[in-house]
């Protein structure tokens, strides 16, 4: 199983951005995702996730209202929709994914929940 993530790039505030994430090496469906990010300096954090049992999205405090996590299972990705970007949201973004059992609710917001990550993608807010 491989994830691919992609779609950073150096961006003003207030400008948006869309990530991807492509998922190799089995089908998409029936799998928890999520996206998580890393500033300089600073530990991983959880962004947003999209839970497969009740097709339920969840997101950081930080991030509700300006991202939005949706995924093609046609084309095996998952994107982040970001929206009013900030200079704080300056960080690598990771995409993750759950193994064959999933996650339960209270580990959503837990990397370590996570079985399979994918190279990171920067994203640059610039003020």
């Known amino acids: 199983v491989q994830l691919q993530a992609s779609g950073g790039g150096l961006v003003q505030a207030g400008d948006s951005l869309r990530l991807s994430c492509t998922v190799s090496g089995r089908t998409f469906r029936g799998y928890d995702m999520s996206w998580f990010r890393q500033a300089p300096g600073k530990e991983r954090e959880f962004v947003a996730a999209?839970?497969?049992?009740?097709?339920?999205?969840y997101y950081a405090d930080s991030v509700k209202g300006r991202f939005t996590i949706s995924r093609d299972s046609n084309k095996n990705t998952m994107y982040l929709q970001m929206n009013s970007l900030k200079p704080e949201d300056t960080a690598v973004y990771y995409c993750?994914?759950?193994?064959?059992?999933?996650?339960?609710?209270?580990?959503?917001?837990?990397?370590?929940?996570?079985?399979?990550w994918g190279r990171g993608t920067l994203v640059t807010v610039s003020s």
């Open positions: 999209f839970r497969r049992t009740y097709d339920r999205m």
């Open positions: 993750a994914s759950s193994g064959d059992n999933g996650i339960i609710l209270s580990r959503v917001r837990a990397g370590d929940a996570y079985t399979y």
